[in-house]
């Protein structure tokens, strides 16, 4: 074994911003079946208590027959994803467990959220609600 071998490589990916607000972190069950999630997807918690890629419209059906309505399902934002994950195709499989930054100074261009329409500046407001910070960054390449 070489000492100085290198084994790994960093590459930063400037998702957090600075260190004046705590960064903390939670764990929760994403939905199976939303695929590759990167690091720095916004994370939203719905009322089943999955979580869901931002910009998902989740419906929720109550009752049955003729008497049955859907609506979509009221989501929060939870967190921001800390790392990749796949969650897979199938929607029938058990919820992935991850881990989210829950507050915290994060870089405006690294939050990723899906859906038609959908932008980080949708969400800006409910972020700063629970505690993420959306910065503007200076990129050094």
Known sequence: MNLFE???????????AGNSFPIMKEGIGLKAGQGILKRGSLIMKCADGAGYIAGTVVTV???EGASATTETAKMEVFGILTDDCD??????????????????????????????????????????????????????E
Not at 6 to 16: A, N, R, W
Not at 88 to 109: F, H, L
């Open 6 to 16: 290198q084994i790994g490589e960093f590459k930063p990916d400037s998702l957090i």
């Open 87 to 140: 969650t897979g195709t199938d929607v029938s499989a058990d919820n992935i467990p991850v881990v989210c930054y829950q507050t915290g100074e994060m870089n405006r261009e690294a939050v990723i959220v899906s859906g038609e329409g959908a932008t980080v500046e949708t969400y800006e407001s409910d972020m700063k609600k629970v505690g993420i910070y959306l910065r503007n960054i200076q990129k050094y």
């Open 61 to 63: 059906t109550t009752g």
